[in-house]
């Protein structure tokens, strides 16, 4: 869409205040409900973070449709859907939330995907804005990172088992992401799947957090098998499908095997770190010329700026948070957000 089209439009601050109106209301009709079913502690996470939610949307719908600036040939990627785009990756890309879902959800709303080339290079960019969440493990997790490097050169029998297993767990989901994201990317990227498999996780989550799931293993982190190691590498594979989350079903595989919540926690974070700098070193290979030579270096670097600073923030937070209250507020963002999103659907903002 070219500007001259963009013209012709009705008014998108009208549009943008209706849009806002109706969210609103929705939110705090769902606040009221929710509190009448939760306790008061889930209800007031799932408000902030459904405020959270209906902010970024309401912000987004202002924007105009082709934040893309210049021609088909000559994409440019705005300065505020950079750092939008490198907020998105970097609070969801560890949580258990699906940072692929939210950012596939980001460009709908954004209206970035304004053709194939622009769909492709937006893969490519949200790939290599990973390199910010890369780089928050490593801040946040410096110790573990150097006892996996003791462990490399044979100084830390700890650091070498926990360093194979994550390998480990990598390989089976290399080779079977290999095999079929191309078929899911075709069939199942798009805003109906992804908020399918928010509400299925939102739910899984709340009927586990309150089946004592998480509460049943005790296992450290150092003790961890290659063969706990190759299941929770089969499990994360399922995170293909975007909306399910790669974090969420490590931890899930992780408790499963035997870990606590904790080391499961911890676990995800390095087994993403090594799965993250694999797609990334990727993309920037086979991606990486036209993507610079289209956005050029510096909204790439705004991004993955904003995603390291907001990763480090989320990584933190969501420890914190876990060792204190629990999963079950994952839950409740997951339903609220795929809910919203089926009712945009509902309302032609978004296709299925």
């Known amino acids: 869409m070219d500007a001259d089209v963009g013209r012709d439009e009705p008014d998108a601050s009208a549009t943008w205040v209706e849009r806002c109106g109706i969210m609103t209301a929705m939110s705090l009709s769902a606040r009221r409900r929710f509190r009448r079913v939760s306790t008061p502690m889930a209800s007031s996470a799932l408000a902030r973070w459904s405020a959270l939610a209906l902010l970024l949307l309401g912000i987004s719908t202002a924007i105009p449709a082709n934040a893309f600036v210049g021609t088909d040939s000559n994409l440019e990627l705005s300065l505020f859907s950079a750092i939008v785009l490198g907020l998105v990756e970097g609070l969801t890309e560890y949580l258990p939330v699906s940072s692929t879902g939210h950012l596939l959800m980001t460009n709908e709303i954004l209206g970035l995907n304004v053709n194939a080339e622009a769909e492709r290079l937006l893969d490519t960019y949200a790939i290599g804005i990973q390199a910010g969440a890369i ?3 490593l801040v946040v997790y410096k110790d573990r990172i150097l006892q996996l490097l003791d462990g490399l050169l044979g100084r830390s029998e700890d650091g070498r088992r926990i360093l194979l297993a994550v390998m480990a767990s990598f390989v089976p989901t290399a080779v079977i992401a290999k095999l079929i994201f191309d078929p899911v990317r075709e ?72 870990l606590s919540l904790r080391a499961a926690v911890e676990y995800s974070f390095l087994l993403g770190l090594l799965t993250l700098t694999a797609a990334t070193a990727f993309a920037a290979l086979s991606d990486g010329g036209p993507l610079i030579e289209e956005f050029g270096l510096f909204t790439p670097a705004v991004g993955l700026v904003v995603a390291f600073v907001s990763a480090v923030a989320a990584v933190r937070w969501m420890v914190a948070w876990l060792n204190e209250r629990g999963f079950e507020v994952f839950g409740w963002y997951r339903i609220a957000t795929g809910l919203l999103t089926f009712v945009a659907i509902g309302l032609g903002w978004l296709n299925f």
Do not use: C, H
Request: proline share 3%; glycine share 12%.
């Open 187 to 258: 069939y199942i990227f798009s805003p109906g799947y992804i908020a399918l498999a928010w509400l299925v996780g939102g739910i899984g989550i709340l009927v586990l957090s309150r089946s004592a799931f998480f509460d049943r293993a005790k296992g450290e982190l150092a003790s961890i098998s290659v063969k706990q190691a190759v299941i929770i590498g089969l499990m994360q594979a399922i995170a293909v499908w975007p909306g399910v989350s790669r974090s969420l079903v490590t931890i899930i595989a992780g408790v499963l095997v035997g």
């Open 135 to 137: 780089l928050a493990v």
